[in-house]
């Protein structure tokens, strides 16, 4: 995780360098920016057969789980519809109880694997993806404000995300969600935890967009456009929306990936720790977490299917994280 | 030379590992112990804990048998509601102190206080009373002929000791108390508590001073306890030689520690039946989506639900054979107990929702369940089960599923709608399921009873079973309230645990049916 957090620096700094360039060359032309950048992004994804594998995965993945509920033989997370005698049915075998045919088998409560993959992806993207929009949210919206008020207000948000940054993000994830927990109503905490995640993911995640953010929105504060919108009396809000938020986008995005994979890693942690998706409708980090159970048992499929579906999953989002890295990165092109 | 000496030492070395490994027991199993305060939790991992370094005037043995502790002999006296016990000579505590009465009658003054967990076992006890140095009586409100049951996890604590660190009253847990005798201990037991990280580590060495030498086995000199929640991490402890003694081997895993070279399991019915309880006391639930009324109040409810469990599948399926399903909240060991109140109800799911209909709710509702997921034996997916069963059933039920200390807190406070439960009963007597599970919840008895059922004239009756002298009026009115209990449907029984130890091979230990390991008993074959 470190490792990861410490590249989605190096991307910042590579980065914002990139867009400083870019905007002392052709000052306020977006549109001629974004042409640029889309046709490097383009050249190098055709030249590194990794990232269109990683692409074709991470798509084919997204969409099974965007269908699930056309593509998925059975509804895992009805309990009302699972059939207890099926329990622990092999691969490609029919189970005990009703005679249907399960392909990747069933887990200790009857429920199908495969459907069950294809619900708990759903879950794990949905949470991921949330999480992080949700972090890149709050951290641009802080970096923004920290780097172009300066001062205390600065001094402020910066300490907080550096004390943040002291304690591992899981951590924080876990405290996070501890609270929230504590202040939902009982009655609502089945719908409310996924909601709970997503804040908790989000909230130890924003710090790394904070800083990037705050870096670009200091060095751009200070350069002539800048200074030329506020003499025509712009407001401050107007100005960093306007004129810095579009110049900070493109590292914003290359962590937004690569904190995806994080995200949908930590989901899984926490769902596998026993404390984040209710059991009833399990991510795949509870999958995984049940599947464990059976490692020495010879129950192999209920471990091995969920695990093989979060590592494709993670690591084709975290290459593209590391391509879109790459291509956005003058000194490497 | 160099090959002789290199010999000689590896010889030595295993020697002494030989040696070291011998008498060192690292002992693992799924949960804690909640407290190490004697009188704050009457729960059986909490005892089993505590059995090792604390002891009452009389315990059970391996076998479930009644055998002298602290007391040497006990006997009614002339008055029959009053019962002599003549204690033991030459008893030391851990810290020094001389056992005697005055530490048996403040040990059960303590337990009765409002914060202890025992109080319920002290019930018919009127006062306790010192006759001398070595002789204390206990004088109870009628003639109590099963008393001594009640007293085998009634620890004995030193009352010097107690009072000087302020510990006089008993840890109160269920609303967060803490007190030192939480943290320290000081009995009389074979083994003295050497170092404690809840729920990471126990560390107990042997009481060089015990009075029990020659009398019990006593071959392990050091005991760590480590308690591990994950199944599979705990049978790969085992797996790996990490641990030589495990608790709750995981139903899956059974056969494969069978054949494990090194390895073996040795299994017993347990005196432990696992059930739901619903809250059918109150005006509405917390939990439900029915406003102003309580759907659990309507019995038919309830007898639809206990006709929803299939408890044939849980054990086909969940337990893998390893349990005996059952109708009624006792296990077989228990008096007061027969085939008809244990026949299990026939499992329905259509016939059950036709009745929940027909009680009002056409569309089912919606209720959460607390669950312990380290507790019983595969208690979380017990509860996963049932919510698939309730669900065909037309109730939709909101799992909510924690570790035992934030579990047991939410029955103790009556704040749970529907919940799980287990109940070993050490005494072997109905009366004890009687005061903590079915008489209402007051100071004295019901502590458990977090369904809000209340009938006075169920009260009298198991009040009136504490002094029944006569055996078969008293088993007469211990088959009515059964009866009564039955018909109301009070709670919905699932089934008596199997209990499956595993251990190294060379351990000579037998299940113990209250799952109550004590490792004085233990010995080594080889």
């Known amino acids: 995780m470190s490792k990861i957090a410490t590249k989605a620096t190096d991307v910042a700094d590579g980065v914002a360098g990139t867009s400083m360039d870019t905007v002392e060359l052709t000052p306020g032309i977006a549109a001629r920016l974004g042409s640029i950048w889309s046709s490097d992004i383009v050249w190098s994804f055709r030249h590194s057969p990794v990232t269109i594998v990683a692409a074709l995965v991470f798509t084919s993945l997204l969409l099974a789980a965007v269908f699930a509920p056309w593509i998925s033989p059975y509804t895992p997370f009805d309990p009302a519809s699972l059939n207890l005698m099926d329990g622990f049915t092999p691969p490609m075998s029919t189970g005990m109880g009703s005679g249907a045919m399960y392909w990747l088998g069933t887990d200790d409560q009857g429920r199908d694997v495969f459907s069950t993959i294809l619900y708990g992806m759903r879950l794990s993207l949905f949470i991921g993806i949330a999480a992080v929009a949700f972090a890149a949210v709050v951290g641009v919206t802080l970096g923004l404000i920290a780097g172009y008020t300066g001062g205390w207000v600065d001094a402020l948000i910066m300490r907080i995300a550096d004390i943040q940054l002291t304690f591992p993000s899981i951590m924080v994830a876990l405290l996070i969600f501890g609270i929230a927990r504590g202040l939902t109503p009982p009655e609502l905490r089945d719908q409310m935890a996924i909601w709970v995640l997503i804040l908790s993911i989000g909230l130890s995640e924003w710090v790394q967009f904070a800083r990037t953010v705050r870096g670009s929105a200091m060095v751009e504060v200070k350069k002539d456009y800048v200074q030329a919108a506020r003499l025509l009396g712009r407001k401050p809000h107007h100005i960093l929306r306007k004129h810095i938020l579009p110049n900070v986008l493109g590292p914003v995005s290359v962590i937004a990936t690569i904190y995806l994979a994080l995200a949908i890693i930590t989901e899984a942690t926490l769902s596998f720790l026993g404390v984040g998706a209710p059991p009833t409708s399990p991510s795949l980090g509870t999958l995984i977490s049940i599947g464990q159970d059976y490692l020495f048992s010879g129950e192999w499929w209920i471990l091995l299917f969920p695990s093989l579906t979060l590592l494709a999953l993670a690591l084709s989002v975290n290459l593209l994280g590391d391509w879109l890295r790459d291509a956005l990165n003058p000194k490497l092109q | ?526």
């Open chain 2, 1 to 526: 030379m160099n090959r002789t000496f290199l010999a000689a030492a590896v010889a030595t070395a295993l020697a002494v590992a030989g040696t070291a490994d011998a008498e060192t027991l690292r002992w693992a199993r799924a949960g804690d112990s909640l407290t190490l305060d004697p009188h704050a939790q009457n729960e059986g991992p909490t005892h089993t804990l505590a059995h090792q370094m604390y002891e009452g005037l009389l315990q059970r043995d391996m076998s479930g048998e009644i055998i002298p502790s602290l007391a040497t002999d006990w006997a009614v006296t002339d008055d029959p509601t009053v019962w002599r016990f003549n204690l033991r000579e030459g008893v030391s505590f851990h810290g020094g102190q001389e056992f005697t009465a005055d530490d048996v009658v403040f040990s059960f003054n303590r337990a009765q206080k409002p914060t202890s967990a025992m109080k319920e076992l002290l019930a018919s006890v009127a006062e306790i009373r010192k006759v001398d140095d070595l002789t204390v009586e206990i004088v109870t409100e009628g003639p109590n002929p099963l008393l001594p049951a009640n007293l085998t996890n009634l620890f004995i604590m030193d009352e010097g000791w107690t009072m000087q660190n302020d510990s006089e009253e008993p840890q109160d847990i269920a609303n967060g108390g803490d007190n030192f005798a939480a943290r320290n201990t000081n009995g009389t037991g074979a083994y003295i508590l050497d170092s404690r990280v809840v729920d990471e580590r126990t560390v107990l060495q042997a009481n060089p001073d015990y009075w029990g030498m020659g009398e019990f086995p006593l071959e392990v000199s050091e005991i760590v306890f480590t308690p591990i929640q994950s199944a599979a991490t705990r049978i790969a402890a085992l797996l790996s030689g990490e641990v030589d003694f495990i608790q709750d081997v995981p139903v899956q895993d059974l056969a494969r520690v069978d054949q494990s070279d090194g390895l073996k399991i040795s299994n017993a019915p347990q005196n432990r039946v696992i059930f739901f309880g619903m809250n059918q006391g109150a005006d509405d639930l917390e939990t439900d989506d029915i406003e102003g009324e309580n759907p659990f109040a309507k019995v038919e409810v309830r007898q639809a639900m206990n006709m929803a469990i299939d408890r044939e599948a849980i054990k086909r399926v969940v337990m893998r054979d390893q349990s005996d399903p059952t109708g009624v909240i006792m296990p077989p060991f228990v008096n007061g107990w027969n085939e008809t109140l244990d026949a299990v109800p026939e499992g329905d799911a259509t016939v059950a929702k036709e009745m929940i209909a027909a009680a009002g709710y056409p569309d089912g509702f919606t209720v959460q369940l607390d669950c312990p997921n380290d507790r019983y034996i595969n208690d979380e997916a017990i509860c996963q089960a049932v919510v698939g069963m309730l669900g065909q059933a037309g109730i939709t039920v909101n799992l909510d599923s924690k570790p035992k200390a934030q579990h047991f807190p939410l029955i103790q406070n009556r704040t749970t709608d529907f919940y799980m439960l287990g109940w070993g009963v050490p005494t072997f007597d109905s009366e004890y399921v009687f005061n903590f599970l079915v008489h209402s919840a007051s100071d004295e008895r019901g502590t458990w009873n977090a369904t809000g059922y209340t009938d006075t004239a169920l009260d009298e009756k198991i009040v009136s079973l504490a002094s029944e002298t006569d055996t078969a009026v008293r088993d007469a009115t211990v088959n009515e309230i059964w009866e009564q209990v039955q018909a109301d449907v009070l709670y919905l029984p699932v089934h008596n645990q199997i209990l499956n130890w595993g251990m190294k091979e060379g351990i000579d230990f037998a299940v113990q049916p209250e799952d109550q390991p004590h490792v004085k008993f233990l010995s080594y074959s080889n």
